[in-house]
Nanobody, 125 residues
Framework: QVQLVESGGGLVQPGGSLRLACTAS???????????MGWYRQAPGKQRDLVAV???????NYADSVKGRFTISRDNAKNTVYLQMNSLIPEDTAVYFC????????????????WGQGTQVTVSA
């Protein structure tokens, strides 16, 4: 199975910026190719909701609440997905989870989702 490791979360003031990164890796010696990578977020007591996802070929989907403020990008050669978050507001406070689906590790294809452990983003003065 693929392992997803996030970085870049932290505490930021309203109006500030953060850049999240998530790198996917498979078993040693196995190639990894992922159709869909992106980010979901979950605040305490609430459901986990989509933030942004991007396919391997470049299609994107953003939550309406982050359009114009967040930008998702991918480096397929590095199996890494990024989320540039600008103009942050307190409502963005949540645990952000890296997401991957349609993963091929070596010759094995897994259509189901894989999740990172989550990284905390807190927007507060």
């Amino acid at each position: 199975q693929v392992q997803l490791v996030e970085s870049g979360g932290g505490l930021v003031q309203p109006g500030g910026s953060l850049r999240l990164a998530c790198t996917a890796s498979g078993a040693s010696g196995s190639s990894v190719s992922i159709n869909v990578m992106g980010w979901y977020r979950q605040a305490p007591g609430k459901q986990r909701d989509l933030v942004a996802v991007k396919t391997r070929t470049g299609s994107t989907n953003y939550a309406d609440s982050v359009k114009g403020r967040f930008t998702i990008s991918r480096d397929n050669a590095k199996n890494t997905v990024y989320l540039q978050m600008n103009s942050l507001i307190p409502e963005d406070t949540a645990v952000y989870f890296c997401y991957a689906a349609g993963t091929t590790i070596g010759s094995y294809f897994d259509p189901n989702a894989d999740w990172g452990q989550g990284t905390q983003v807190t927007v507060s003065a």
